[in-house]
């Protein structure tokens, strides 16, 4: 094969590095739903991940826009991680992973694609979901679209 089409990324792609503003300050801004926040707390939200790696992926974020893990008070990291794990308990209920990744980019070089203000990815993992696909077209395959994720797990959240 040639050529795979993914025109669904162009957006992400013809975008990289020309927002001058906060994409997790901007969610908060326009309203759950259209911002994919599945889940609010005091301090922190969980959005889905627009560009994600595996159905599920999501992140917990602070709302204070802090671009360092030094600079996040004791209480919002305390709820980030409460967050992250009711999240976990729940994409566990509906997706039945075999596993899940947890981790943070700080910095460019480190991975980061927002930096500036940080966030705990949180994704569900299957034995196999890194297919010859990923490895050899560094292209990732979703079997489920966003707004299905969305409603599934704001859905469920909401009846904890």
């Given at each position: 094969?040639?050529?795979?089409?993914?025109?669904?990324?162009?957006?992400?792609?013809?975008?990289?590095?020309?927002?001058?503003?906060?994409?997790?300050?901007?969610?908060?801004?326009?309203?759950?739903?259209?911002?994919?926040?599945?889940?609010r707390g005091k301090l922190n939200f969980v959005i889905l991940n627009t560009f994600p790696y595996t159905t599920g992926h999501?992140?917990?974020?602070?709302?204070?826009?802090?671009?360092?893990?030094?600079?996040?008070?004791?209480?919002?990291?305390?709820?980030?991680?409460?967050?992250?794990?009711?999240?976990?308990?729940?994409?566990?209920?509906?997706?039945?992973?075999?596993?899940?990744?947890?981790?943070?980019?700080?910095?460019?070089?480190?991975?980061?694609g927002v930096t500036g203000h940080i966030h705990l990815h949180l994704l569900p993992r299957w034995i196999g979901d890194a297919?010859?696909?990923?490895?050899?077209?560094?292209?990732?395959?979703?079997?489920?679209?966003?707004?299905?994720?969305?409603?599934?797990?704001?859905?469920?959240?909401?009846?904890?």
């Amino acid at each position: 094969m040639d050529f795979l089409w993914t025109p669904w990324r162009y957006k992400y792609i013809a975008s990289a590095g020309k927002n001058d503003g906060c994409i997790f300050c901007e969610a908060q801004k326009i309203g759950d739903e259209k911002a994919q926040i599945v889940l609010r707390g005091k301090l922190n939200f969980v959005i889905l991940n627009t560009f994600p790696y595996t159905t599920g992926h999501v992140m917990v974020v602070p709302y204070a826009h802090v671009g360092d893990l030094s600079l996040a008070d004791p209480a919002t990291l305390d709820e980030m991680m409460r967050m992250a794990q009711r999240v976990q308990i729940t994409l566990a209920s509906i997706y039945k992973p075999e596993g899940f990744n947890l981790g943070m980019n700080l910095g460019r070089c480190a991975g980061a694609g927002v930096t500036g203000h940080i966030h705990l990815h949180l994704l569900p993992r299957w034995i196999g979901d890194a297919n010859f696909m990923t490895t050899v077209a560094e292209t990732r395959m979703e079997p489920e679209d966003l707004a299905t994720t969305y409603v599934k797990l704001r859905d469920a959240l909401a009846a904890k």
